[in-house]
């Protein structure tokens, strides 16, 4: 059918988005408004020995100011990762003692205006007493180091361990070559083209509604009323418009979302809180901050033999809602890639640091694991004499070795990853190489290529999803899903699933998201689960709406009824009924409600290539994408085109981690990249001029789609690859992400030093 599975409409919701018409949580403005702004600290790490309130409520304007006294009543955000043995780092709404990090809030004024509220709340006044900071992992674990949370010793709060220790051990010990690194990922900070912004709104009717940028209603409406509001369910309604960006920041709550609820309901008014960059620079969950000390074991013929990895992964002051399970359960298991690793072994340290707290960023914890196990491949091949695509084909587990358990605690089920490996260096054209780098050093350039197989765990962990399909009057089929777009086009190829199951065009379908009064259940978006889950969620639903269908048709069509491209149809005549007609006669009936749900949730594990070629100018350091090639095995693809294009997406925030970014404390723990003056992003200019792009799916069993999940796997496969070809320009020599131009320029002097001498 037209744009049905595996076809490529255009995102119908774009339309609606570039012509100004998209809605987004600041641009919700009811009768009555008022503004909240955040009275952050300014210092690392504070005793607060006192706040003067008084004329910040005298100004004009002011409504209210509130301190930790004031919503005492109210619980603290939770961390919600059950890892054994994990100490608690409970995260108020406002501070009531001791500030831990720059941005924590210890009061939020309430104004008629924006301005109003930014005057006031300069206007508080906030008696510190600054304490020692530890603004890195090495600080908060060095001798003496001051003490963040005195129920923390030695600031960590969780020791986690997976894996053959003693195996890997023995392997590495007897092995005829071993790699060792260690490799730092920068701490990065998400930068959502919209930053975060909260409205509530009371109803002595209904009670409060929160319209909130998120990844998911139902998830932030059961944490806010359990955990923190503690009210009736009933008595909360969250609803989520457009969102401009998510990256995993907008799953979580922060506290400007509690504060607003409290405020409208104290003051009877809408409260709106629009947060600055300054404001998504301090207190947006970052992603990343971990160093690694890892060895990988290789026999004489170069057969992996053990992979052992030590990690210290920096949390920041406050364990974030899914932060300590980062480079633990989901990072923390596929740490040896797709490959044939007889024992692996993980041991990952949680340390709290006077920093912004750390939590899921695109990829969370998978690129971290990609990035270590392809760096050591590469560094191997190089130490002997190998040729890194032929070390990995060699390596890499072949499909009549599947399904494989990694040790780790996951299966790896279907795939082709050889054949993968084989059609990336084919696009890239691997034997190509020499010369052009022969071309490019002759115009005074150093010049490198660096490959990546990556794999990453899909919607692992979920246990179901919802989807609610109505029949309106004008003909229209309307279905919400209990997982939310942030930009990756859920209008589109949602519908394209439910106008192919039910035979219908795509334009007669319109996708909801986003309203807890509509759909109160759901998991929300994260993880690149949404396709695999909210899909068969509609697929659930289309079925039982045709076995609704046949039902309802039998009174006018006869016991044997068939159904076939929206068509109802008597056996054995040629007797009709389309869809549409069957709905307007018997309105509400087809109306059905789905949970797709399994009783053994099992992760999907999408996989490919990615290949590499860079310049570095080493006059000025600048480096440039050259060459860059991927082959993908996401599944069945649903929408080719909105694949693709999630995965440049991934792959421009993969090489801004790798390139450019970095978020910076000093030792005092003061932010030095608090805007875009001091942190850097990526371009157009930054993006390879083209991306070779080509999809090899092997379906996924395992959900009535195939589909695999594609949201992060840009990212996950562009750090380690472009990080290779940039080691491989400076003929091995070790670098640290970010790759700045500062940092290559040295390197190259260095070199050229050394070649000169």
């Known amino acids: 059918m037209k744009f049905g599975v595996g076809q490529s409409p255009r995102r119908v919701e774009d339309e609606r988005l570039l012509t100004g018409r998209g809605r987004y949580t600041d641009d919700f403005q009811p009768e009555g408004t008022t503004y909240g702004v955040t009275v952050r600290s300014p210092y690392g790490h504070a005793r607060i020995l006192g706040i003067d309130t008084a004329d910040a409520r005298a100004m004009p304007g002011v409504l209210a100011v509130y301190t930790a006294e004031d919503i005492a009543q109210y619980g603290p955000i939770p961390c919600l990762v059950p890892l054994p043995g994990r100490i608690e780092t409970h995260r108020a ?72 220790e003693h195996g890997a051990r023995a392997a590495i010990a007897s092995a005829a070559h071993v790699t060792r690194l260690r490799l730092v990922q920068n701490r990065v900070a998400p930068t959502s083209m919209e930053v975060r912004a909260a409205l509530a709104e009371w109803s002595d009717e209904s009670g409060l509604t929160l319209t909130v940028g998120s990844q998911g209603v139902a998830a932030m409406h059961k944490t806010l009323s359990r955990e923190i509001l503690k009210c009736p369910p009933e008595r909360l309604r969250v609803i989520t418009g457009d969102v401009g960006g998510g990256f995993g920041l907008k799953v979580f709550l922060y506290p400007e979302y509690g504060l607003v609820l409290h405020a409208a309901e104290h003051l009877k008014r809408p409260v709106k809180w629009t947060g600055e960059r300054s404001d998504a620079f301090q207190t947006d969950s970052h992603g990343r901050a971990v160093v690694s000390e890892a060895a990988l074991a290789l026999d004489a013929e170069g057969n ?114 050889p054949a993968l490996l084989d059609a990336a260096l084919e696009k890239a054209d691997w034997t190509g ?134 068509v109802l149809r008597a056996r054995g005549s040629n007797t009709t009924m389309s869809l549409a007609e069957l709905a307007a006669r018997h309105p509400q009936s087809l109306d059905t409600r789905a949970r797709y749900a399994k009783e053994k949730p099992a992760p999907t594990f999408p996989n490919g290539c990615h290949v590499a070629e860079v310049e570095i ?56 990249t608090g805007s875009f003056m001091d942190y850097g992003i990526p371009r157009a200019d930054d993006m390879p001029r083209n991306i070779a792009f080509a999809s090899q799916p092997v379906p996924n069993p395992n959900n009535p789609l195939g589909a695999k999940g594609c949201g992060e796997a840009g990212t996950i496969g562009a750090m380690p690859s472009v990080m290779n070809a940039i080691v491989d320009a400076l003929d091995g020599t070790h670098i640290d992400m970010p790759a700045t131009p500062e940092k290559l320029w040295r390197i190259c002097r260095e070199l050229s030093h050394r070649t000169a001498a």
């Open 433 to 566: 190489f020499p010369a052009r780098r022969a071309a490019a050093e002759a115009r005074g350039l150093r010049y490198g290529r660096g490959a990546a197989y990556y794999v990453e765990i899909a919607g692992g962990g979920d246990l179901d999803e919802f989807a609610d399909v109505r029949f309106l009057a004008d003909g229209t089929i309307e279905a919400a899903v209990g997982t939310q777009s942030n930009g990756q086009g859920h209008e589109t190829s949602y519908a394209q699933v439910l106008a192919e199951r039910l035979g219908v065009p795509m334009e007669q379908v319109r996708i909801v998201q986003g309203d807890t009064a509509r759909l109160e259940v759901g998991r929300g978006t994260g993880g690149s689960r949404s396709m695999v889950w909210g899909g068969g969620a509609l697929i659930e639903a289309a079925d039982t709406i045709i076995e609704k269908a046949r039902d309802l048709a039998r009174a006018d069509l006869g016991e044997d009824v068939d159904f076939d491209a929206g």
């Open 93 to 164: 709404l406002l501070t009531k003692d001791v500030v831990r990090f720059v941005g924590d809030g210890v009061a939020f004024v309430v104004a008629e205006t924006r301005a109003a509220a930014r005057a006031a709340a300069e206007a508080v006044v906030v008696d510190y007493e600054e304490l020692p900071a530890a603004a890195t992992i090495d600080a908060a674990l060095a001798p003496g180091a001051p003490a963040i949370w005195e129920n923390a010793p030695g600031n960590r709060v969780f020791d986690w361990r997976v894996g053959d």
């Open 304 to 417: 992996f033999l053990a992979l052992a990895v030590e990690s210290w992964a920096d949390l920041g002051a406050y364990q974030a809602q899914f932060g300590p399970a980062i480079q633990t359960m989901a990072g923390g298991r596929i740490i040896g890639g797709v490959y044939r690793i007889p024992a692996i072994h993980n041991h990952v340290h949680g340390v709290v640091t006077n920093t912004a707290p750390v939590d899921a960023y695109r990829g969370a914890g998978r690129p971290e694991a990609t990035y270590l196990v392809e760096r050591l491949i590469e560094t191997a091949a190089r130490e002997t004499g190998r040729d890194a695509g032929a070390l990995r084909r060699r390596n890499l587990l072949r499909p009549d070795e599947l399904p494989h358990a990694n040790g780790l605690g996951l299966t790896f089920d279907v795939g082709n990853f």
């Open 617 to 672: 100018d080493p006059d000025t350091g600048r480096v440039r994408v050259a060459r860059y090639s991927i082959v993908d095995d996401f599944g069945t693809l649903v929408n080719p085109l909105l694949v693709e294009g999630q995965v440049h997406g991934g792959i421009a925030q993969g090489l801004g981690q790798a390139l450019l970014e970095n978020v910076v404390y000093d030792e005092n723990a003061q932010l030095l």
